[in-house]
Nanobody
Framework: QVQLVESGGGLVQAGGSLGLSCVAS????????MGWFRQAPGKEREFVAA????????????SVKGRFTISRDNANNNAKNTVVLQMASLKPEDTGVYYC?????????????????????WGQGTQVTVSS
């Protein structure tokens, strides 16, 4: 059983900062990559950032490069790990529901994906609203 619980969304003014957290609870020894996606009203879900199990080979969408930072803490091994998306210099176009996602990647510690279809589990989403 896998659980993803997001927190940290809210309302912020343009130019401000916000941090999102996702706690991943799994009952398996398999390793996994984590990703963040977002969906604005009337638009398709889009990739934001992804981080592999190893923490290297991080990927960002061009629209957030230099402003967003993804990180993860595997200190608890597979019991309960946290991935954080730190967002700075926020723009109104960053508004949307942000989802964290998990993809099991045993044997591929450097693997990440920017495709929503490859992820196995999703969180419930957290709203981020950036006012102009």
């Amino acid at each position: 059983q896998v659980q993803l619980v997001e927190s940290g969304g809210g309302l912020v003014q343009a130019g401000g900062s916000l941090g999102l957290s996702c706690v991943a609870s799994t009952r398996t020894l398999n390793r996994y990559a984590m990703g963040w996606f977002r969906q604005a009203p009337g638009k398709e879900r889009e990739f934001v950032a992804a981080i592999p199990w190893s923490g290297g080979s991080i990927a960002y969408a061009d629209s957030v490069k230099g402003r967003f930072t993804i990180s993860r803490d595997n200190a608890n091994n597979n019991a309960k790990n946290t991935v954080v998306l730190q967002m700075a210099s926020l723009k109104p176009e960053d508004t949307g529901v942000y989802y964290c996602a998990l993809e099991f990647t045993s044997g591929r510690p450097e693997y990440t994906s920017d495709r929503a279809a490859t992820y196995d589990y999703w969180g419930q989403g957290t709203q981020v609203t950036v006012s102009s």
